[in-house]
């Protein structure tokens, strides 16, 4: 299974970025973003599940961020809107068949893309 992720890059607060995630032609119940910085945890950003009927956003990005996913072109995408310096991290992609609870747990995913910076500025 081969996701990669595209779309980051340097852009100042309040700005937008669109984060694309080009899957396989295998279908997995959950795609997910996650993001991590130095020294710390890999956080759960957003998933999308079973279809699009289930979607999931962590509290910080609610309202900013939108997750969809496009079944024609076999892609994943993170709409990211209002950026704050906060958002600067690498942002990964995941796909996997976590169960509802588990849906936010990146154990719960064994499918990773390489990862794609996104910086914030002041």
């Known amino acids: ?31 997910a973003w996650f993001r991590q910085v130095p020294g710390k945890e ?5 998933a ?10 962590t509290d910080s990005v609610k309202g900013r961020f939108t997750i969809s996913r496009d079944n024609a072109k076999n892609t994943v995408v993170l709409e990211m809107n209002s950026l704050k310096p906060e958002d600067t991290a690498v942002y990964y992609c995941a796909a996997g068949n976590p169960i509802v609870s588990s849906v936010r747990a990146s154990e719960a995913y064994r499918n990773w893309g390489q990862g794609t910076q996104v910086t914030v500025s002041s």
């Open 1 to 31: 299974v081969q996701l990669q992720a595209s779309g980051g890059g340097l852009v100042q607060a309040g700005g937008s970025l669109r984060l694309t995630c080009a899957t396989s032609i295998r279908t997995f119940r959950s795609y």
């Open 42 to 46: 890999r956080e759960f950003v957003a």
């Open 48 to 57: 999308i599940m079973d279809g699009s009927s289930k979607i999931y956003y």
